[in-house]
């Protein structure tokens, strides 16, 4: 599955979001959207638990997202459906994937937040699909394994 697919307002409904998220899917998705569009739309508008509620929901995707560059925004959250992959080093707020994330040097989240990888996986699956690849082994990892980068 990809993060491609079409969710529906009566999907939404489905899935059993309360009237405040459909309320703010509504307003951001008049006709529907692409689950992974809608995960980074409501992480840009503040939403984060909101995407972390559908990630739960729906599960993870084969998708990966790639960052060539270091990126250092504080206030940054990001909820992606499949792998992370890191470049370089990540300081950001907040990081929830589906499956695994992997960083070139360090992941580091904000004060307060968390690092969670993983979400939905089997249990079967969880050494191949819940890994946090790393030089170091990132503070606040709460959810998924710590292998150091360039070890199997």
Same mark, same amino acid.
């Given at each position: 599955?990809?993060?491609?697919?079409?969710?529906?307002?009566?999907?939404?409904?489905?899935?059993?979001?309360?009237?405040?998220?459909?309320?703010?899917?509504?307003?951001?998705?008049?006709?529907?959207?692409?689950?992974?569009? &809608?995960?980074?739309?409501?992480?840009? /508008?503040?939403?984060?638990? $909101?995407?972390?509620?559908?990630?739960? %929901? =729906?599960?993870? !995707?084969?998708?990966?997202?790639?960052?060539?560059?270091?990126?250092?925004?504080?206030?940054?959250?990001?909820?992606?459906?499949?792998?992370?992959?890191?470049?370089?080093?990540?300081?950001?707020?907040?990081?929830?994937?589906?499956?695994? &994330?992997?960083?070139?040097?360090?992941? /580091?989240?904000?004060?307060? $937040?968390?690092?969670?990888?993983?979400? %939905? =996986?089997?249990? !079967?699956?969880?050494?191949?699909?819940?890994?946090?690849?790393?030089?170091?082994?990132?503070?606040?990892?709460i959810s998924g394994h710590w292998v150091e980068e360039g070890s199997r």
């Open positions: 599955m990809t993060g491609k697919f079409w969710i529906t307002h009566d999907h939404m409904e489905q899935l059993g979001a309360c009237a405040d998220r459909l309320s703010f899917f509504r307003a951001e998705f008049p006709d529907g959207g692409e689950y992974q569009e &809608i995960l980074d739309r409501f992480c840009e /508008k503040g939403n984060t638990g $909101f995407a972390m509620w559908l990630l739960s %929901r =729906v599960g993870k !995707t084969d998708d990966v997202r790639e960052y060539k560059e270091r990126v250092v925004e504080a206030s940054l959250d990001i909820v992606f459906a499949g792998r992370v992959v890191f470049k370089a080093s990540a300081s950001i707020r907040r990081l929830v994937a589906g499956c695994d &994330i992997k960083a070139g040097w360090g992941i /580091k989240a904000g004060a307060d $937040f968390g690092i969670f990888a993983g979400l %939905r =996986v089997k249990i !079967t699956r969880w050494n191949v699909d819940a890994k946090v690849s790393a030089k170091q082994k990132p503070v606040g990892l």
